[in-house]
């Protein structure tokens, strides 16, 4: 059985900066057996980053939609993991007032990190936090779940500004704020193809190029991000190829793609 010590060994075996941000992406069962559960799991990690930023994604895009449009900062529950619910009601965790693609964080600058999502009508804008990512050189964690999951590669997509990506139209969607106050905030959403099921074609070219590596924690295969160097690395691809993730075939030329290691 794990315990929070040997999660805390497992991350430092990961190699990640304690003082600087990490975003996790997981699935709690991914992990095995752990003694105290999910909370022991969110215990490790604030201990291991009580120096840094801990990121994790809160997103309500499952539900929050034109027919129920309200997302409440305070109530509304995350679609994507048992981690970031439990996460987002831990004292000190500042969340985010994006309505669909919303995120918590906890630590250093937390505060900043979240405040201005809800400006932007998209869900990933090189403003929101999904851009702070790479202005901050952060670490994305993905805890027994693939590039499948990495909201990030949205996020690239959308300032390499793909097309079909997005709804022309805005829906008005409303953000609940703790203190019950309405603000509108006009969003476009993701659509078409789910694009996000063909991003394992660059799996290999990211870790040929450095820009992810491999270890563990618990029982889970965890993929370690560069989100400086993801960005850069499919920035590059998709200028050359748009439509490298419209469909689920592999790379014509991963070779090409694996050849020029970032450095």
């Known amino acids: ?94 969340r985010s007032w994006h309505p669909t693609h919303s995120v918590a964080a906890l630590g250093r600058e937390a505060k900043a990190f979240t405040a201005e999502d809800h400006l932007f009508d998209t869900p990933c804008a090189r403003g929101s936090s999904w851009g702070k990512l790479l202005d901050r050189k952060a670490t994305i964690l993905l805890v027994g779940v693939d590039l499948k999951r990495n909201t990030f590669i949205h996020g690239v997509e959308e300032w390499v500004d793909i097309p079909g990506r997005l709804t022309d139209d805005h829906e008005m969607l409303y953000t609940i704020t703790p203190d019950g106050t309405e603000i509108s905030v006009p969003s476009r959403r993701h659509c078409g193809l789910p694009w996000s099921e063909h991003f394992w074609k660059v799996d290999e070219v990211l870790e040929a190029r450095g820009a992810m ?29 748009p439509d490298l993730f419209s469909d689920n075939e592999p790379l014509k030329d991963p070779e090409r793609w694996m050849g020029s290691r970032s450095q």
């Not at 929070?4 to 991350?11: A, G, H, I, V, Y």
């Not at 991000?225 to 960005?231: G, K, R, S, T």
């Open 213 to 241: 590596r491999k270890g563990k924690l618990g029982d889970a295969v965890v993929r370690v991000c560069d989100a400086a160097l993801v960005a850069e690395v499919i920035t590059e691809m998709l200028k050359e190829d």
């Open 1 to 94: 059985m794990h315990t929070q010590e040997s999660l805390l060994n497992d991350l430092k075996a990961l190699g990640l900066d304690g003082t600087g941000t990490v975003l996790v992406h997981s699935s709690m069962k991914s992990i095995g057996e752990v003694e105290g559960g999910a909370d022991t799991v969110l215990d490790a990690f604030t201990t291991y980053m009580k120096k840094g930023l801990l990121v994790l994604p809160t997103h309500t895009w499952s539900y929050i939609n034109q027919e129920q449009p309200r997302f409440e900062v305070a109530q509304s529950p995350v679609c994507v993991g048992i981690l970031p619910e439990l996460f987002r009601k831990r004292p000190g965790v500042v």
